[in-house]
């Protein structure tokens, strides 16, 4: 694999991981 | 001719930089400005501590944007904002998988899975640092004081590589002699943490995150530029040696700290190095104790706060160090001591003169001092309260609080007098081992105890004895190149799982009502 897409790749995932990670955490919050 | 040839011409390479005291005195004049700004936040947002307890942690009531950005930067040290662009720099692209490009996917599980359990212990039972918040989980003041002990003993490793950052800076931009920039580093953490920046305020944190996000994020952006571009750097590695483009570099040793680069092994370790160390960290973990309960506004501020510092400019560092590889070649690697970690610090003052090595070495200092002030914290606090407090409670907490603030001192001097002595050759790597001893045995001992109720006191500690033994035994392994880094993670990660499930599995759980106040009021 190149090395750019390489870094690219896990830019991309980190920031899905990040949103995945948020949406998960908040859904069904109770806002207390 | 032109001709492809092994031999590299000289020519291609930028001269190394000669410091002088001309970058020394705008250095100066960022990090007294910073300084001065801390010290300003400090004394006007602290509510004057007046308990020992208070002291610690402050008083839950820190908002998700200052708790986001003080995460940010307790989680990103030296290592994260020289180190990294060391890394790069030293191998070549088979070194960003070391070199910070899972950092989001290291600090977003702590933010995700500790966060609200952390500041449930704080606000719900009084807990006032990690080891606290553990003895209170497990019902053992054992479990407390030995995992303050072996924070302490690995925390003192991590703090010895912020000296060496910060001195490395100051060698970059005075040129001055080795002990001069150790001195005047550790001058400035003295001032730092005397006039008020010692408690650690979340204030002042947020903005050294801010600070390091904008210098890093910056730096990795000019140097690209300077570099002419994507595919330039390419070209010019390349040009001087292809393996630097590698991402797996099979021509270097499989075995010893270079299998972190050199086999797949090595490469996945990476990912589980950052995976549980930022949940291992405890001053990471600490961050959630003075914060106060979320909504969902706030969850969603406090997550794109901690990726705006860690995911970007960190993601550029890797770069940087490429860069600086490109520009100057292998030549940095002739000045001693510092050799590679001086790879982002040179490249800033070639490629973005004053104000951005000004921007950048302030942005080093952040990181640096951030880390040292929370672990120090987090290392006083843990002698005083993990371990003094729960075996001597009649101890006042006048003397607890002085006491705390003596500890601060001598946790200052430890790591000082051990950089001053024997400064660590490549700073990521001399961190890394520290990485995997708390990494592993923490992110059992604190995460998955706080989701698994079976978990008991014996798992726990036998998970920590293994932990510190595995690590400090495997590194000497490592270092006489008999086994690779890489290897040492899972000997250190697995048998810390094997040993806390077993040894949890084979003792009794907590009472049921005990359990029941601990998991069933979930604020989830």
Redesign the interface.
Known sequence: ?N??S??WL??I???L??VL??FL??RG???? | MNDINIIVDENIFHSVPTPDMSYGIWAIFGIGLMLLVCILLGFFSRKKAKSFEAFLSGHNDIGPVITGLALGATWLSGWATLGMMGVTYQVGWSGMWFGGMWTIIGVMPCLFFTGEKMQMYAQKFGARTVSDALGIRFDSRIVQSLSALVMIFFMILYAVGQFKAGATIWYAVTGLPAIWCLLLAGLIVFIYMIVGGYTGTQWSLALQGALLGIGCFILGIVALNFVGGPSALNMKLAAENPALTDLIRRDLPSVGNTQLFSSPVGILATLFIFLTMATGFPHNVARFLGMRKLNKKDYMLITLMVFLVAGPPIFLNAITGLCSRAVFGPHLLDVKPWKADLAAPFLSIVAGGKPVTTLYVVGVFAAALSTLSAMVMVMAGNVTRDIIHVWRPNMSHNTLLKLTKVFIGIFLLIPFYWTFKRPPALLAVFMGYASIGLGGIFIFCTAFSFYWKRATAFGAVLCMVYGVIATLIGSIFVTKGKIGMGTLEFIVLIGCGFVYFFGSLVTKPLPQEKLKKLFGGENV
Do not use: D, Y
């Open positions: 694999m090395n750019w390489a870094w896990i830019v995932a980190s920031t991981f990040t990670g948020l955490r908040i919050w109770k806002n207390e």
